[in-house]
Nanobody, 123 residues
Framework: QVQLVESGGGLVQAGGSLSLSCAAS?????????MGWFRRAPGKEREFVAT????????YYEDSVKGRFTISRDNAKNTVSLQMNSLKPEDTAVYSC???????????????WGQGTQVTVSS
């Protein structure tokens, strides 16, 4: 069983930055999984944000975050991060990390999920 816990959310003004972290626990090594970040804004469907492959040398982003967000991973520390810069009010959402057996943008293909962390961007 993969256990994922996100941290780093909060309130920030538009144009600011936040760094989210996702830690795996319970004897799980995330090096065995592709990892992704998703978000769900109030009243909206869950949305893909970014994904990274097992070794961390391939990443893919949703168009609206390209150039502003950076996903990275540290397999030795069992963590995945999402650096978010130039934040906009429309980035406000609950952000969740997830683990999959192969890199993908489809939420249904992620087997394990964290509880999420709230990111609020004020205008």
């Amino acid at each position: 069983q993969v256990q994922l816990v996100e941290s780093g959310g909060g309130l920030v003004q538009a144009g600011g930055s936040l760094s989210l972290s996702c830690a795996a626990s319970g004897g799980t090594f995330i090096s065995s999984y592709a990892m992704g970040w998703f978000r769900r804004a109030p009243g909206k469907e869950r949305e893909f944000v970014a994904t990274i492959n097992f070794s961390g040398d391939y990443t893919y982003y949703e168009d609206s975050v390209k150039g502003r967000f950076t996903i990275s991973r540290d397999n030795a520390k069992n963590t995945v991060s999402l650096q978010m810069n130039s934040l906009k009010p429309e980035d406000t959402a609950v952000y969740s990390c997830a683990a999959a057996r192969a890199i993908t943008t489809y939420a249904d293909e992620y087997a394990y999920w964290g509880q999420g962390t709230q990111v609020t961007v004020s205008s």
